[in-house]
Protein backbone atom coordinates (compact mmCIF):
# COMPACT_ATOMS: atom_id res chain seq x y z
CA UNK A 1 0.00 0.00 0.00
CA UNK A 2 1.61 3.44 -1.13
CA UNK A 3 0.78 6.79 1.27
CA UNK A 4 0.93 10.00 0.15
CA UNK A 5 -0.41 13.56 1.38
CA UNK A 6 -0.91 14.48 -1.96
CA UNK A 7 -0.86 18.31 -3.49
CA UNK A 8 -2.72 19.10 -6.52
CA UNK A 9 0.07 18.31 -8.79
CA UNK A 10 3.67 17.38 -8.47
CA UNK A 11 6.83 14.80 -9.15
CA UNK A 12 5.86 12.70 -6.51
CA UNK A 13 1.94 12.57 -7.10
CA UNK A 14 2.85 11.33 -10.71
CA UNK A 15 5.33 8.90 -9.18
CA UNK A 16 2.86 7.09 -6.78
CA UNK A 17 -0.03 7.04 -9.47
CA UNK A 18 2.62 5.50 -12.41
CA UNK A 19 3.80 2.87 -10.04
CA UNK A 20 0.30 2.32 -8.41
CA UNK A 21 -0.95 2.08 -12.34
CA UNK A 22 1.77 -0.02 -13.36
CA UNK A 23 1.61 -2.47 -10.25
CA UNK A 24 -1.72 -3.09 -11.09
CA UNK A 25 -1.42 -3.47 -14.52
CA UNK A 26 1.12 -5.96 -14.24
CA UNK A 27 -0.56 -8.28 -11.83
CA UNK A 28 0.91 -7.21 -8.60
CA UNK A 29 -0.93 -6.44 -5.63
CA UNK A 30 -1.23 -2.79 -5.13
CA UNK A 31 -3.65 0.25 -3.49
CA UNK A 32 -3.00 3.76 -2.22
CA UNK A 33 -4.27 5.43 0.75
CA UNK A 34 -4.53 9.12 0.28
CA UNK A 35 -3.98 11.70 3.13
CA UNK A 36 -6.04 14.75 2.10
CA UNK A 37 -5.50 18.12 3.71
CA UNK A 38 -8.64 19.38 2.13
CA UNK A 39 -12.30 18.35 2.24
CA UNK A 40 -12.60 18.46 -1.58
CA UNK A 41 -10.92 15.46 -3.33
CA UNK A 42 -7.57 15.41 -4.47
CA UNK A 43 -6.72 15.46 -7.98
CA UNK A 44 -4.70 11.98 -7.88
CA UNK A 45 -7.75 10.21 -6.50
CA UNK A 46 -9.68 10.59 -9.76
CA UNK A 47 -6.24 9.54 -11.96
CA UNK A 48 -6.29 6.23 -9.67
CA UNK A 49 -10.12 5.18 -10.34
CA UNK A 50 -9.60 5.77 -13.68
CA UNK A 51 -6.82 2.99 -13.42
CA UNK A 52 -8.99 0.90 -11.25
CA UNK A 53 -6.25 1.63 -8.36
CA UNK A 54 -8.14 0.88 -5.00
CA UNK A 55 -7.84 3.69 -3.15
CA UNK A 56 -8.62 4.76 0.53
CA UNK A 57 -9.33 8.45 1.18
CA UNK A 58 -8.63 9.67 4.59
CA UNK A 59 -9.90 13.38 5.39
CA UNK A 60 -9.67 14.27 8.79
CA UNK A 61 -9.04 17.93 8.93
CA UNK A 62 -5.90 20.18 8.31
CA UNK A 63 -3.52 19.04 11.05
CA UNK A 64 -5.61 16.55 12.70
CA UNK A 65 -2.75 13.87 13.28
CA UNK A 66 -3.66 11.87 15.87
CA UNK A 67 -6.85 11.40 13.60
CA UNK A 68 -5.02 10.77 10.52
CA UNK A 69 -3.01 8.35 12.03
CA UNK A 70 -6.09 6.26 13.54
CA UNK A 71 -7.51 6.42 10.10
CA UNK A 72 -4.57 5.08 8.75
CA UNK A 73 -4.23 2.11 10.79
CA UNK A 74 -7.64 1.21 10.22
CA UNK A 75 -7.40 1.16 6.75
CA UNK A 76 -4.10 -0.72 7.02
CA UNK A 77 -6.11 -3.51 9.53
CA UNK A 78 -8.65 -4.23 6.70
CA UNK A 79 -6.18 -4.27 4.07
CA UNK A 80 -3.88 -5.79 5.70
CA UNK A 81 -0.97 -4.80 3.40
CA UNK A 82 2.63 -6.92 3.36
CA UNK A 83 4.72 -3.46 2.84
CA UNK A 84 2.92 -0.08 3.73
CA UNK A 85 5.49 2.33 1.44
CA UNK A 86 5.31 5.61 2.08
CA UNK A 87 6.43 9.22 -0.19
CA UNK A 88 6.91 12.92 0.96
CA UNK A 89 7.20 13.58 5.00
CA UNK A 90 3.66 13.67 6.10
CA UNK A 91 3.23 10.40 4.91
CA UNK A 92 6.29 9.13 6.51
CA UNK A 93 5.20 10.71 9.57
CA UNK A 94 1.86 9.45 9.86
CA UNK A 95 2.54 5.98 7.61
CA UNK A 96 5.41 5.72 10.59
CA UNK A 97 2.99 5.89 13.51
CA UNK A 98 0.48 3.51 12.21
CA UNK A 99 3.11 1.01 11.07
CA UNK A 100 4.43 1.29 15.20
CA UNK A 101 1.00 -0.14 16.30
CA UNK A 102 -0.13 -2.60 13.34
CA UNK A 103 3.76 -4.21 12.60
CA UNK A 104 3.46 -3.45 9.16
CA UNK A 105 6.94 -3.46 7.61
CA UNK A 106 7.82 -0.16 6.45
CA UNK A 107 9.31 1.68 2.98
CA UNK A 108 9.60 5.32 2.20
CA UNK A 109 10.85 6.72 -1.45
CA UNK A 110 12.94 9.66 -0.94
CA UNK A 111 12.12 11.57 -3.74
CA UNK A 112 14.48 14.69 -2.80
CA UNK A 113 14.34 17.46 -0.18
CA UNK A 114 13.74 20.54 -1.22
CA UNK A 115 15.44 23.35 1.43
CA UNK A 116 13.00 26.16 1.35
CA UNK A 117 11.40 28.25 4.15
CA UNK A 118 12.57 27.53 7.74
CA UNK A 119 9.79 25.19 8.34
CA UNK A 120 9.96 23.19 5.47
CA UNK A 121 13.52 23.01 6.35
CA UNK A 122 12.66 20.90 9.96
CA UNK A 123 10.30 18.95 8.29
CA UNK A 124 12.60 17.55 6.31
CA UNK A 125 15.22 17.42 9.12
CA UNK A 126 12.84 15.61 11.41
CA UNK A 127 11.47 13.15 8.73
CA UNK A 128 15.95 12.60 7.71
CA UNK A 129 15.92 11.33 11.43
CA UNK A 130 12.77 9.44 11.12
CA UNK A 131 13.82 7.58 7.80
CA UNK A 132 16.67 5.91 10.27
CA UNK A 133 13.73 3.87 11.49
CA UNK A 134 12.46 2.91 8.35
CA UNK A 135 13.04 -0.81 7.31
CA UNK A 136 14.09 0.72 3.90
CA UNK A 137 14.07 3.86 1.87
CA UNK A 138 14.37 3.95 -1.84
CA UNK A 139 16.48 6.87 -3.10
CA UNK A 140 15.63 8.08 -6.57
CA UNK A 141 19.52 9.13 -7.20
CA UNK A 142 22.92 8.76 -5.75
CA UNK A 143 22.97 11.93 -4.35
CA UNK A 144 19.92 11.44 -2.23
CA UNK A 145 21.35 8.13 -1.14
CA UNK A 146 24.53 10.74 -0.36
CA UNK A 147 22.63 12.81 1.84
CA UNK A 148 21.03 10.27 3.76
CA UNK A 149 24.19 8.67 4.87
CA UNK A 150 25.60 11.89 6.02
CA UNK A 151 22.55 12.50 7.90
CA UNK A 152 22.57 9.39 9.69
CA UNK A 153 21.06 6.41 8.31
CA UNK A 154 21.99 3.10 7.89
CA UNK A 155 23.55 2.45 4.09
CA UNK A 156 22.72 -0.94 4.09
CA UNK A 157 18.93 -0.06 4.37
CA UNK A 158 19.49 2.72 1.32
CA UNK A 159 18.23 1.51 -2.11
CA UNK A 160 19.06 3.49 -5.16
CA UNK A 161 16.08 2.57 -7.72
CA UNK A 162 15.64 5.96 -10.38
CA UNK A 163 12.36 6.53 -10.97
CA UNK A 164 10.97 4.78 -14.23
CA UNK A 165 7.92 5.77 -16.84
CA UNK A 166 4.93 4.49 -17.47
CA UNK A 167 3.68 5.37 -21.17
CA UNK A 168 1.23 7.94 -21.22
CA UNK A 169 -0.63 9.78 -24.11
CA UNK A 170 0.70 13.04 -25.48
CA UNK A 171 -1.66 15.38 -27.44
CA UNK A 172 -0.63 16.24 -31.17
CA UNK A 173 1.45 19.67 -31.47
CA UNK A 174 -1.19 21.80 -32.93
CA UNK A 175 -4.47 20.25 -30.48
CA UNK A 176 -1.52 20.92 -27.47
CA UNK A 177 -1.02 24.40 -29.07
CA UNK A 178 -4.21 25.45 -29.25
CA UNK A 179 -5.08 24.67 -25.73
CA UNK A 180 -2.47 26.69 -24.52
CA UNK A 181 -3.42 29.57 -27.14
CA UNK A 182 0.03 29.57 -28.64
CA UNK A 183 0.60 30.23 -32.49
CA UNK A 184 1.32 27.07 -34.47
CA UNK A 185 4.71 28.92 -36.21
CA UNK A 186 5.86 30.50 -32.60
CA UNK A 187 9.00 29.12 -31.24
CA UNK A 188 8.45 27.70 -27.53
CA UNK A 189 10.36 27.10 -24.54
CA UNK A 190 8.12 24.88 -22.06
CA UNK A 191 8.70 25.24 -18.03
CA UNK A 192 6.88 22.59 -16.29
CA UNK A 193 6.38 22.49 -12.38
CA UNK A 194 5.95 24.03 -8.89
CA UNK A 195 6.44 27.80 -8.84
CA UNK A 196 8.61 27.14 -5.68
CA UNK A 197 12.45 27.98 -4.63
CA UNK A 198 13.43 24.73 -5.59
CA UNK A 199 12.48 24.40 -8.93
CA UNK A 200 14.24 27.74 -9.97
CA UNK A 201 10.59 29.26 -12.06
CA UNK A 202 12.94 32.62 -11.24
CA UNK A 203 16.02 31.12 -12.87
CA UNK A 204 13.65 30.43 -15.83
CA UNK A 205 12.60 33.67 -15.72
CA UNK A 206 16.06 35.18 -15.55
CA UNK A 207 17.25 33.05 -18.63
CA UNK A 208 14.54 34.06 -20.70
CA UNK A 209 15.33 37.85 -20.28
CA UNK A 210 18.66 36.97 -21.95
CA UNK A 211 15.99 36.02 -24.72
CA UNK A 212 14.42 38.79 -24.90
CA UNK A 213 14.18 40.52 -28.28
CA UNK A 214 14.71 37.63 -29.92
CA UNK A 215 12.06 34.65 -31.18
CA UNK A 216 11.87 32.30 -28.58
CA UNK A 217 8.76 33.07 -26.09
CA UNK A 218 8.60 31.06 -22.60
CA UNK A 219 5.05 29.24 -21.45
CA UNK A 220 5.36 28.23 -17.47
CA UNK A 221 2.96 25.70 -16.77
CA UNK A 222 2.19 25.74 -12.59
CA UNK A 223 1.10 27.19 -9.35
CA UNK A 224 2.75 28.34 -6.16
CA UNK A 225 2.93 30.84 -3.48
CA UNK A 226 5.74 32.91 -6.13
CA UNK A 227 3.67 33.27 -8.76
CA UNK A 228 2.67 36.85 -8.63
CA UNK A 229 6.57 37.68 -7.67
CA UNK A 230 7.54 35.76 -11.04
CA UNK A 231 5.03 37.69 -13.19
CA UNK A 232 6.63 41.00 -11.81
CA UNK A 233 9.79 39.57 -12.41
CA UNK A 234 8.91 38.98 -16.00
CA UNK A 235 7.73 42.33 -16.70
CA UNK A 236 10.32 43.74 -14.99
CA UNK A 237 12.86 42.42 -16.95
CA UNK A 238 11.16 42.00 -20.34
CA UNK A 239 11.08 38.33 -19.84
CA UNK A 240 9.07 36.51 -22.55
CA UNK A 241 7.17 34.00 -20.58
CA UNK A 242 3.75 33.60 -20.09
CA UNK A 243 2.60 32.05 -16.80
CA UNK A 244 -0.48 29.48 -17.48
CA UNK A 245 -1.40 28.46 -13.81
CA UNK A 246 -1.88 24.90 -12.89
CA UNK A 247 -3.20 22.98 -15.60
CA UNK A 248 -4.49 19.32 -15.25
CA UNK A 249 -2.62 16.59 -16.92
CA UNK A 250 0.25 18.99 -18.25
CA UNK A 251 2.47 16.75 -19.00
CA UNK A 252 0.31 15.36 -22.13
CA UNK A 253 1.23 19.55 -23.93
CA UNK A 254 4.64 18.26 -24.16
CA UNK A 255 4.54 18.34 -27.56
CA UNK A 256 3.23 21.90 -27.78
CA UNK A 257 7.01 22.77 -27.13
CA UNK A 258 10.15 23.17 -28.75
CA UNK A 259 12.50 22.66 -25.74
CA UNK A 260 10.99 21.45 -22.03
CA UNK A 261 13.72 23.67 -19.55
CA UNK A 262 14.32 22.57 -15.94
CA UNK A 263 15.73 25.17 -13.77
CA UNK A 264 15.50 23.64 -10.79
CA UNK A 265 18.25 24.08 -7.74
CA UNK A 266 17.56 20.46 -6.34
CA UNK A 267 15.82 17.72 -7.86
CA UNK A 268 15.68 13.99 -7.51
CA UNK A 269 14.95 12.36 -10.64
CA UNK A 270 12.12 14.45 -12.33
CA UNK A 271 9.39 13.02 -13.82
CA UNK A 272 9.14 16.33 -16.46
CA UNK A 273 12.57 15.47 -17.53
CA UNK A 274 11.02 11.42 -18.14
CA UNK A 275 7.90 12.73 -19.86
CA UNK A 276 9.78 15.70 -22.20
CA UNK A 277 12.71 12.72 -22.85
CA UNK A 278 9.14 10.11 -23.86
CA UNK A 279 7.42 12.72 -25.92
CA UNK A 280 10.89 13.48 -28.27
CA UNK A 281 10.90 16.75 -27.02
CA UNK A 282 14.79 18.30 -26.53
CA UNK A 283 15.97 19.35 -22.99
CA UNK A 284 17.52 22.24 -21.70
CA UNK A 285 18.53 22.03 -18.05
CA UNK A 286 20.64 22.33 -14.66
CA UNK A 287 22.44 19.03 -14.12
CA UNK A 288 21.24 19.04 -10.34
CA UNK A 289 20.15 15.96 -8.45
CA UNK A 290 19.54 12.75 -10.47
CA UNK A 291 19.19 14.24 -13.67
CA UNK A 292 23.08 13.81 -14.49
CA UNK A 293 22.15 10.22 -13.91
CA UNK A 294 19.60 10.06 -16.74
CA UNK A 295 20.77 12.53 -19.81
CA UNK A 296 24.49 13.84 -20.99
CA UNK A 297 25.83 16.41 -23.37
CA UNK A 298 24.90 13.94 -26.18
CA UNK A 299 20.90 13.50 -25.21
CA UNK A 300 20.32 17.51 -24.01
CA UNK A 301 21.55 20.83 -23.29
CA UNK A 302 23.41 20.77 -20.19
CA UNK A 303 24.14 24.27 -18.14
CA UNK A 304 26.10 25.02 -14.97
CA UNK A 305 23.72 25.11 -12.01
CA UNK A 306 22.02 28.44 -11.08
CA UNK A 307 23.60 29.64 -14.22
CA UNK A 308 20.82 31.59 -15.70
CA UNK A 309 23.24 33.15 -19.10
CA UNK A 310 24.29 29.78 -19.53
CA UNK A 311 20.77 28.24 -19.13
CA UNK A 312 19.72 30.99 -22.16
CA UNK A 313 22.63 29.88 -23.89
CA UNK A 314 21.30 26.56 -23.56
CA UNK A 315 17.86 27.32 -24.98
CA UNK A 316 19.34 29.21 -27.77
CA UNK A 317 21.20 26.47 -28.75
CA UNK A 318 18.04 23.72 -28.49
CA UNK A 319 16.06 25.85 -30.81
CA UNK A 320 18.47 27.28 -33.15
CA UNK A 321 19.16 23.99 -35.12
CA UNK A 322 16.52 21.66 -35.62
CA UNK A 323 18.75 18.76 -37.05
CA UNK A 324 21.07 18.52 -33.68
CA UNK A 325 17.78 18.95 -31.65
CA UNK A 326 16.08 15.86 -33.31
CA UNK A 327 19.82 14.15 -32.84
CA UNK A 328 19.46 14.76 -28.66
CA UNK A 329 16.08 14.01 -28.59
CA UNK A 330 16.39 11.04 -30.36
CA UNK A 331 19.27 9.84 -28.24
CA UNK A 332 17.17 10.79 -25.14
CA UNK A 333 14.48 8.72 -25.93
CA UNK A 334 16.69 5.60 -26.61
CA UNK A 335 17.92 5.87 -23.25
CA UNK A 336 14.33 5.72 -21.75
CA UNK A 337 13.49 2.96 -23.30
CA UNK A 338 16.42 1.48 -22.35
CA UNK A 339 16.98 2.11 -18.58
CA UNK A 340 13.77 4.02 -17.26
CA UNK A 341 11.01 1.20 -18.48
CA UNK A 342 8.50 0.38 -15.92
CA UNK A 343 9.24 -3.74 -15.46
CA UNK A 344 12.93 -2.67 -14.49
CA UNK A 345 11.36 -0.40 -11.90
CA UNK A 346 9.04 -2.49 -10.81
CA UNK A 347 11.41 -5.40 -10.33
CA UNK A 348 13.88 -3.18 -8.16
CA UNK A 349 11.39 -2.25 -6.21
CA UNK A 350 10.01 -5.73 -5.35
CA UNK A 351 13.69 -6.53 -4.66
CA UNK A 352 13.17 -4.07 -1.90
CA UNK A 353 10.22 -5.17 -0.74
CA UNK A 354 11.63 -8.69 -0.53
CA UNK A 355 14.61 -7.73 1.43
CA UNK A 356 12.26 -5.99 3.84
CA UNK A 357 9.87 -8.80 3.95
CA UNK A 358 12.77 -11.49 4.23
Known amino acids: MHVIAPAAFGGAETVVQALAESSVASGRDASVALISQRSDPPPLLQGLRDADVSVDLIYRGR??????????????????????????????????????RTGSPLVATLHGHTGGSLGNRLYEWLDRRLLRRFDAVICVSEEARRRLVSSGCDPAKLHVVRNGFSPRGFLPREEAR???????????????????????????????????????????????DQRAALEERAQRSGAPVRFMGAMPHASRLMRAFDVVVLSSRTE????????AMAASVPVAAFPVGGIPDVVNEASAWLALPGDA??????????????????????????????????????????????????
Open 63 to 100: RAYVAQVAALESVLRSRQPSVLHTHVYLADFIGWAAAR
Open 178 to 224: RLLGIPQEAVVAGWIGRLSVEKGPDLFVDAMSGLRGGDVTGVAIGDG
Open 268 to 275: GTPMVLLD
Open 309 to 358: PALAEAIRNATGSAEEASARALAARATLDRDFGTERWLADIDRVYASVLA
